[in-house]
């Protein structure tokens, strides 16, 4: 490899390489495309990384990436505080905000129960979790976790734990929007069914 | 976007969305996947970058990427120094290389003829070019180049150039290997019909 590229040039491979998703071919074309770019926008490329890395930090509050002490979302006056969306990720946390659909506040668990991974509930902001559904002005906490047998598992545990202060729901599993009955795999399906509403005459 | 993401998270994915092949999704997965990482990495991928875009230029003698004013190719002892590859981008020297079939020296030409996007002549690299080709050592010239349009005017255009010089081959186009014939489109083919040879009975 060393002859193939000059020193400088293939460290950045490397690093590229280091991403997900990313391989041998696609660092290579990324790395060539960059070495064409103007050396300001290398230079801000290269700022933005260590600034994201460096100033984004987690929401004392609710755990979502936030490069200030408390979220964007935390503080927004017009958010309703009766509802808490407990999720695994901030990238869930993104998904849902892209709905435009929730105007409620978010906690971010940090993962999922996993005794494999040996993720046990006292890795996850729980405590925290439970001091803000302790809070009166909640009313009900929305679990929206993956359906994985850790998500199952974590689902069932916090719904235990938050039962005692407010409502308790989940997110609907079932037939994705556009998706075709013939072709859903036989779990969704049962969930679908399982999840049956009466249909709405109104 | 701007209650989405939080500020530099959201100026990082901004400028992964500008690099070829990376769109939205992706820009997002790879800053979230980024923040994760220990400071020590992001440091050294945002150093790599800035690394690869101030030392590496191109090589004085052939205009391959080098980040010494001569290439390790150029500069390598054991090479053949009688023949010359001539190829359009730094990336089909690094193809070539790849496939350790290639032991002479290359020239790049830095771009192919297109007259439709103002590429003349004078825009590649052809004075160093016949300056080298001039040389008694030199005794092949191998044109490399895309079967493009642009190719095929850059490569006769050169052809005619360097013929006073020394033998000038191209390179065989015609079915890939493990292709096959009822799917290869008309024009590879032709190329392939156009290309045969006899069959080598030894």
Redesign the interface.
């Known amino acids: 490899m060393?002859?193939?590229?000059?020193?400088?040039?293939a460290?950045?491979i490397?690093?590229?390489q280091?991403?997900?998703?990313?391989g041998p071919k696609?660092a290579?074309?990324?790395?060539?495309?960059?070495?064409k770019?103007p050396?300001a926008?290398?230079?801000?490329?290269?700022?933005?990384?260590?600034?994201?890395?460096?100033?984004?930090g987690v929401c004392s509050v609710c755990f979502h990436?936030?490069?200030?002490p408390t979220?964007?979302?935390c503080r927004?006056p017009q958010r309703d505080d009766s509802t808490l969306c407990v999720v695994a990720d901030?990238?869930d946390v993104?998904a849902i905000?892209?709905t435009r659909e929730y105007r409620g506040k978010y906690h971010v668990l940090g993962g999922l129960i996993s005794p494999m991974e040996g993720i046990t509930p006292d890795h996850l902001h729980l405590h925290p979790l439970i001091q803000r559904a302790s809070q009166p002005q909640i009313t009900e906490i929305i679990l929206a976790i993956n359906p994985s047998i850790e998500g199952e598992t974590t689902t069932l545990y916090v719904g235990q734990l938050l039962k005692p202060f407010a409502k308790v729901t989940r997110i609907a599993f079932g037939l994705p929007v556009g998706g075709d009955l013939e072709y859903a795999d036989e779990i969704t399906l049962a969930r679908a069914l399982e999840g049956r509403r009466e249909l709405d005459w109104r």
Do not use: F, W
Request: charged share 25%; aromatic share 2%; proline share 3%.
């Open positions: 060393s002859t193939v590229y000059t020193r400088p040039l460290r950045l490397e690093h590229l280091r991403l997900p998703g990313i696609t290579q074309r990324l790395a060539l495309h960059l070495l770019r050396e926008e290398i230079q801000a490329l290269a700022q933005a990384l260590v600034d994201a890395k460096q100033q984004v990436l936030s490069a200030d979220c964007d979302i927004a901030s990238r993104i905000e892209k």
